[in-house]
C-alpha cells in the first residue's frame, strides 16, 4: 500500500502568517493516465471532510486563494499564504491512483 | 446541489451486523462510482472501500481491515448506496462517510459502534 507521510502533525501558527504542510508518499502517484491523483482535504471540528485541492494543484471553486498546492517528485505540499481564524482544523492528504486508496495521518493547524 | 445523508448507525454487539445507507440527490447517481470512508473518535481517515458505477461493472474494492467481512452495493434506481457491515469488531467504531466520485461531496456521516 501507498504510505502517506504528512509533517508536521501539529501546526501552531500565527494569524496572518504562512503556512505549509507536507505530504510524502512512498511511491510515485503519477497514474497510468498521466495524471497525480492527489487532494487535500480540510476538517474544520465537528464537521465532514472537505476537499480543497486535487489533482496536487487544482483548487476546488469556493476555496480561498490563499490555499496551494504543489509537488516535488513523490513530496507534495499544502501552503497556506496568510492563516485566518477560520483556517483552523485538521488537514489530510489522500492519493486516489493507487489501490487501496490511502490517507496521511492528518496535520492539525491551530493559531497560536 | 449534491446531497448525500448517511443513515442506520447506531450501537451494536461485536460479531453482529449492521447496513448503513447512503441516500442522494442532486446528481445522476447511476454515473459515479461511490466510496465509505470513517474515522475512528479522534483518529485520522481510512479508506473502506468504492463501488464503480454500472458503467464500470459496478465492481467493488476493500481495504484489507475490512474485506470478506463489508460489502458495498448500490441501487441506481433509488439513488441509493449501501454499506453491509458483518462479524463486526471493536475497531470498526467509527464515523461512517459516504462520498460521490472525486472526494469533493461528502455526506455528514453516521456514527457506528460496536460494543458489548
Known amino acids: 500500500d501507498v504510505v502517506l507521510t504528512q509533517s508536521p502533525l501539529s501546526l501552531p501558527v500565527t494569524l496572518g502568517q504562512p503556512a505549509s504542510i507536507s505530504c510524502r508518499s512512498s511511491?510515485?502517484?503519477?497514474?497510468?493516465?498521466?495524471?497525480?491523483?492527489l487532494n487535500w482535504f480540510q476538517q474544520r471540528p465537528g464537521q465532514s471532510p472537505r476537499r480543497l485541492i486535487y489533482k496536487v494543484s487544482n483548487r476546488d471553486s469556493g476555496v480561498p486563494d490563499r490555499f496551494s498546492g504543489s509537488e516535488s517528485g513523490t513530496d507534495f505540499t499544502l501552503k497556506i499564504s496568510r492563516v485566518e481564524a477560520e483556517d483552523v482544523g485538521v488537514y489530510y492528504c489522500?492519493?486516489?491512483?493507487?489501490?487501496?486508496?490511502?490517507f496521511g495521518q492528518g496535520t492539525k493547524v491551530e493559531i497560536k | 446541489e449534491v446531497q448525500l445523508v448517511e443513515s442506520g448507525g447506531g450501537v451494536v454487539q461485536p460479531g453482529r451486523s449492521l447496513r448503513l445507507s447512503c441516500t442522494t440527490s442532486g446528481f445522476t447517481f447511476g454515473d459515479y462510482a461511490m466510496s465509505w470512508v470513517r474515522q475512528a473518535p479522534g483518529k485520522g481517515l481510512e479508506w473502506v472501500g468504492f463501488i464503480r458505477s454500472k458503467a464500470y461493472g459496478g465492481t467493488t474494492d476493500y481495504a484489507a481491515s475490512v474485506k470478506g467481512r463489508f460489502t458495498i452495493s448500490r441501487d441506481d434506481s433509488k439513488s441509493i448506496a449501501y454499506l453491509q457491515m458483518d462479524s463486526l469488531k471493536t475497531e470498526d467504531t467509527a464515523v461512517y462517510y459516504c462520498?460521490?466520485?472525486?472526494?469533493?461531496?461528502w455526506g455528514q456521516g453516521t456514527l457506528v459502534t460496536v460494543s458489548s
Open positions: 489522500m492519493q486516489g491512483t493507487h489501490w487501496p486508496r490511502t
Open positions: 462520498i460521490k466520485e472525486g472526494f469533493k461531496d
Open positions: 511511491q510515485s502517484l503519477v497514474h497510468s493516465d498521466g495524471n497525480t491523483y
